[in-house]
């Protein structure tokens, strides 16, 4: 990586719910990531720093944090698009329990996908042939619309809702249990709409839209959340929705 030159100024929230920004200099380089700056700090400054990545290649959804007041994945992030002045400010994600420093838990977060039904339940077995989905079928385009996401809680961070309302289930877990609606192959549609139907479900969101312009997969979590509300109406008012 060739060196750019010039130094950033970079204050990084260390602690627990409790805690103090401190400040690193760190040099700036060429094609520099946000997660190259916090690695660069805990490798050559300060090895207590905590911070979580795996994959930096944008596909385990491990790695994001709030920059600049922003939620954002840091290893697909460049410092050139966020610190024009050459100044970070790097935080945990909002909305979630810090464990330390720049490490949320994601245990909240993955238990909404739970209440939700975000799992797929089908009728197969590994012994028989596997079900076909025609590509071009309406569902299957909806469920394709929001099936690349990685679980990186960025939308959850973002959303003004979950920060009011500890219990809203959240973009994510509803994004997931849309995706599942539509898959043709799921029998479990009757008790995943009444989990998402209630005071803390779909019905909670109030369309703001941060999370779909956060995404960092460009999934629309808001439009799977207004599928989500039709659909569970439609089921209220046929009678249809099951026990949770
Ligand atoms: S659209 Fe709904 S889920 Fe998305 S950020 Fe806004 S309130 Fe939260
Ligand atoms: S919907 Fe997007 S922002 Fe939300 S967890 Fe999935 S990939 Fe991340
Ligand atoms: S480290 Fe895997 S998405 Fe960033």
Known sequence: MAAAGGTL??????????????DYEVPRRESQTVLDVVTHIQRAIDPTLA???????GMCGSCAMNVNGRARWTCRTHVDKVAADGRLEIAPLSNLPVVRDLVTDMVPFFDKWAKAHGRFE???????????????????????????????????????????????????????????????????????LAAVAGDAGCHACHTHMSCSERCPKQIAPTAAIAGLKRAAMAAALRGDLGDE
């Open 9 to 22: 100024k970079v204050s990084v929230w260390r602690g627990v719910e409790t805690g103090r920004f401190q």
């Open 51 to 57: 911070y979580r990545f795996a994959c930096r290649v």
């Open 122 to 192: 089908g009728t197969r077995t590994r012994r028989d042939d596997f079900e076909r989905v025609p590509p071009s079928s309406p569902a299957r385009r909806q469920a394709d619309a929001g099936i690349e996401c990685i679980g990186c809680g960025v939308c959850y961070s973002a959303c003004d809702v979950v920060s009011w309302n500890p219990a809203y289930l959240g973009p994510a877990a509803l994004n997931r249990a849309w995706t599942l609606v539509n898959d043709a192959r799921d029998t479990a549609n009757r008790a995943r």
